[in-house]
């Protein structure tokens, strides 16, 4: 995985070893701009060596998201000192925090929906996205997305996500093209290696539906006891820069309800290893469909917490209700 990245990092040390000299000409105390240019030199010369991304107290691979984040890490997680190992976990809260602060909010009217969500990380940061974006024409944009992988590298494509729907929704392009858009700055902005499933819709007054669906789980349109799945209609985001999406229209009643969740539901498993699954939850949302939103999203959770017989979460979990109310 190292050398995967290793190319990218030399170049963020290269460019860091420049600012550096930059700053060195420019000031009269240099002592602490020396120190930082030599763990930058020291740094590269690891990497000639074969050595880089290696612990140096136990040889082992320092772990990926954290030599993105810092490409001068010398020590796995397991080999900090206290003091390190505090500052990280103070990051980290603070990580949780802002991305706490870029969430919706939690449950919310608009003009004839009624929508609830549950966003729940198995760690301090979650790789789901999760948006709700209105405009003053009347729409109401939603987007459940997941990133691959977990933790703090899995956060930051997340916070990314959110960034480019929040600027390409306020231009009103079509849904199609919001994606097409999102996919390609997406596939240029990150590794190779990391993509993220999505689905966007958008919701109308009238109850008139559309929805693109970039590989994610396909959405559930609850209709009394009937529940439909809308299939995906593209790959997911970073895949292919040139992407093409096509749009699902579909019109609903007063009293429906469109469920959207990430793997961290359908995923999660008993104590001896099964599947909760799309046909269980399927059945429970069958059963629920007279419920609110917020109380759907409740008995989802209590369910799915239930099942994992107070296991820790493994993977993050999001789901949303979208109901239309009239
Ligand atoms: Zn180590």
Not at 2 to 9: D, H, R, S, W
Not at 17 to 28: C, D, G, H, P
Not at 172 to 188: G, M, N, T, W, Y
Request: charged fraction near 20%; hydrophobic fraction near 40%; proline fraction near 5%.
């Amino acid at each position: 995985m190292v050398t995967a990245i290793e190319p990218l990092l030399r170049e963020q040390l290269l460019d860091r070893r420049y600012k550096l000299e930059s700053a060195t000409n420019a000031f009269q105390d240099v002592s602490e701009l020396s120190r930082l240019l030599e763990e930058v030199d020291a740094a590269l010369k690891r990497m000639d060596l074969g050595t880089y991304g290696l612990c140096e107290v136990c040889h082992d691979p320092v772990e990926t998201d954290r030599l993105i984040a810092d490409p001068l890490t010398r020590f796995c997680l397991g080999d900090l000192t206290p003091i390190e190992q505090q500052a990280l976990e103070e990051d980290l809260q603070l990580a949780s925090t802002i991305q706490t602060g870029l969430l919706p909010q939690p449950s919310q009217k608009f003009d004839g929906w009624e929508i609830a969500y549950h966003y729940q990380p198995a760690g301090l940061v979650s790789g789901d996205y999760c948006d709700l974006i209105t405009n003053e024409e009347q729409t109401l944009h939603f987007v459940l997305g997941d990133v691959s992988g977990k933790g703090v590298a899995a956060s930051m494509l997340m916070a990314h996500l959110q960034a480019m729907f929040r600027t390409l929704v306020s231009t009103r392009l079509p849904l199609d093209q919001i994606l097409e858009r999102a996919s390609r700055v997406f596939c240029e902005s990150t590794l190779p290696t990391h993509y993220a499933t999505l689905a966007c819709g958008k919701a109308s007054p009238g109850g008139e539906v559309e929805i693109c669906n970039a590989g994610h789980l396909p959405p559930l349109w609850i209709h009394q006891r009937a529940v439909q799945s809308i299939e995906a209609t593209g790959l997911p985001l970073g895949v292919f820069s040139n992407e093409h999406f096509s749009v699902n229209r579909f019109q609903m009643q007063i009293g429906d309800t469109l469920f959207l969740y990430t793997d961290g539901l359908s995923e999660t498993l008993d104590g001896i290893g099964s599947e909760y699954g799309v046909e269980r939850l399927s059945r429970l949302l069958s059963e629920n469909h007279a419920l609110s939103p917020k109380a759907l999203i409740e008995t989802c959770v209590r369910e799915v917490h239930a099942f994992r017989i107070g296991k820790p979460p493994s993977d993050d979990l999001t789901l949303m209700a979208i109901q239309r109310v009239g």
